[in-house]
Structures are given as C-alpha cells and as structure tokens.
DNA sequence: CTAATATGCAACCAAATGGTTGCCTGTCAA
DNA sequence: TTGACAGGCAACCATTTGGTTGCATATTAG
C-alpha cells in the first residue's frame, strides 16, 4: 500500500529485470534467479529484499531453498490511483481534439486555422 | 521514450508532488512551484531538469518566466507497455479462480478441499 | 537607469544506493 | 558423517542522489 516504496522499488533496472523474470516464471528460487546475471548472489538478495519490502514479491521457504513469487497487486494499485490520473488527462486531450473535429466544418478545408 | 529515466524520475515523491501539482495546474512558473515547499528553489530547479530529461514535463521560456507543462505520454507509455503485463497476470488469477469454482460441484458443500 | 524579480550555474556536502568480499548457518545426498 | 549446495549476515566501498549556499545573469517595473 506503500506508494513510495513501490515507485522506488521500481527505480532500479536490475529490479525491474527481476520482476520480469518472476513474471516469466513464478515460484523461482534465489539461486535460479541468480542465474546469467552478472552480479553477485548477495547483490540480488538485496534487490530481492527491496522488492518484498514493497510487497512487490513475496517469498517462502521450501527445505534449503527461498522460492519468490511476485505480487502484481501493488502495481495494479499504482496503475489505478496514481496513472489514471494522467489517463483521465489523456483523454481530456482527445475529447478536446474531437470537439475540435467536430466544430471545425467538415465540408470544407481551410488552408490555415 | 527510456523507460529508465523515466521509472527513476517518479521514484522521487518530491518529483511526484510537482507532477501532481502541474496535474492540478498546467504551465506553472519556477517559482509557482516552489510556493509552499520547504525546499529550495534550487532543489526543484533540479527536480525539474530531471523530470525534462525523462520527457514528463517539458518547459518554455516566456520573458524572464519559465512556464513548465506536463507530459502524461510517457507514463501512459509505461502503464500500457509494462504494467498491462501483470494486469494480464493479475487476469489470469482471476480466470484461475473463475475456472476453480467452475469445476467444484456447486450443489454440495466440502468441509475441507 | 536602477532596483526588484525570475532564473541559471557551480561548488560543496551528507546520506542513500548498489555493489563487493568474507564468513557463517542450515539442509540434503552419498 | 561429511561434503556440497542454498542461503543469511555484516562490513566495507565508490558513486549517485537530494539538498544546500553563494554568486551571476536576464528581464521587467518604477
């Protein structure tokens, strides 16, 4: 419920690429995570904390392994309260374009308005 | 257009702030926006040159003003081309649940699953 | 012209950030 | 039981970040 920690969660590149492997596949472990990634184990693990910090993944233990799945419920939130904003005046602009359309007289061009 | 630049500049909820307040009124001055903020004027100064550089705001020079506008593309950029992607998972939950309560025997009630 | 107003520029600073290395702990398999 | 594997913890480091102060420049009002 954390804007700011979402939004700063997000900030960062390699985060974002966690994210999206989680999102390619879910339930993946510290190590699988790690892998091709050219940062050390421990890097990732602080990457990893932030994200669930931010509620943005959650994670559990399984034996000797962390599984992490990722929780879209916060970017959802986002994405609703705070971009519909710029959304809402996305389409104001389009409104305005087409009620321009419309008061412009269709049947006849003007060179310039 | 860099998703990069732009994630980092909303990661700051002072960048945020003046978003918001140039949502409420487009075309503000430097010193607009500093009404009211316990910041300098030339913290937003920088504030502001970094949400131009990501393209959310853009600005323009009238006599000894600068009048700064907001820029919603770049956020609905993001929204549609990073963030549909968990709305589809978050989707997909759904359909699970959907899918679940489809296949259990509506008419008879288990005490455990 | 001169003073006030609006902004720009540069140096500096403390704290946060993203990363490392080194070592410790817990769990599973042979 | 003894490695090997998966992960945790802590100290340390360089760079970035968010902010400051001080001064310079440009424009407008009187």
Redesign the pocket.
Known sequence: MNDDAVF?AL?????RLLLDRLHRQNGQ??????DGL?????????????LEAANLVS?R???????HFINPVPINAIAERWIAKFEQQRLTALSALKEHLETTPPSRKKKKD
Chains 1, 2 share one sequence.
């Open positions: 700063r900030a960062d590149a390699s985060r472990t510290l190590s699988d995570l790690c050219d940062m050390t184990r421990q890097a990732v693990t602080k990457h990893l904390t932030i994670s233990k399984e034996g000797r392994e962390k599984l």
